[in-house]
């Protein structure tokens, strides 16, 4: 489920201007050769991080789906879960927020939660998923809580056939999340609106990529 396309095409062209998307030869941790690269560490200023947490605040608002607070899985989920928050709360939605922290701490607040409460509907931020077990490892630690996943809201949907470059698999990373968690996966683009942009971009650098992007959809896409 990805955002409405005004919201997906200024997403597109604020990733292509902050270098966090690229186009080129990029081999991915799978072993594929992908014409681009989606890097959302790369979103490394305030400013950058500001527009990005109103891109998620509005593809949530967006998806109609009842929410009552926003869960980041450490490390990337934590900022991106706090910047929606902050992007929500400028709208007039404030909700609580919490995040996980990776080791189990001797002393303090104990525990591996960390932030407001978990409990109620609660969505997962993340900034893309590769392969479901961060996902599984949140839906685990919220349920655990005594609350309810409801979705996960991330940066962007490659739309491609788990696997490697030889063996491909019959499901995406995110469709595979959908069906083993009964979950929705809101994304703020996907690889349809990438090849929809670069369709209707007059700028002829990035539509000579068009073609490499087709053949790869068609290789690796669902």
């Known amino acids: 489920m990805s955002s409405n396309n005004s919201n997906q095409d200024n997403f597109i062209r604020f990733a292509l201007e902050a270098k966090v998307l690229s186009f080129g030869e990029f081999k ?44 980041g899985p450490a490390y990337k989920g934590i900022t991106l879960a706090a910047a929606t928050a902050i992007a929500l709360a400028n709208e007039g939605v404030n909700v609580p927020y919490a995040y996980n922290r990776k080791e189990a701490k001797d002393h303090g607040e104990g525990g591996v939660l960390v932030g407001a409460p978990v409990k109620g509907k609660v969505i997962i931020v993340d900034d893309v998923i590769s392969a479901g077990t961060s996902v599984r490892e949140s839906v685990d630690l919220i349920r655990k809580a005594g609350a309810e996943p409801v979705a996960v809201l991330i940066a962007l949907d490659r739309m491609e056939r788990s696997g490697n470059a030889t063996d491909i698999g019959d499901k995406s990373a995110v469709q595979a999340v959908e069906q083993e968690f009964g979950l929705p996966v809101i994304s703020i683009a996907n690889l349809t609106g990438l090849m929809s942009f670069l369709t209707a971009s007059s700028d002829a650098q990035l539509t000579a990529y068009l073609p490499a992007v087709k053949a790869y959809r068609e290789k690796y896409g669902i």
């Open 28 to 71: 991915t941790k799978a072993g594929r050769l992908s014409p681009y690269f989606f890097n959302a560490g790369e979103f490394n200023d305030g400013a950058r991080l500001g527009s990005l947490g109103r891109y998620y605040a509005k593809a949530l608002v967006e998806s109609k789906i009842p929410f009552d607070m926003l869960y």
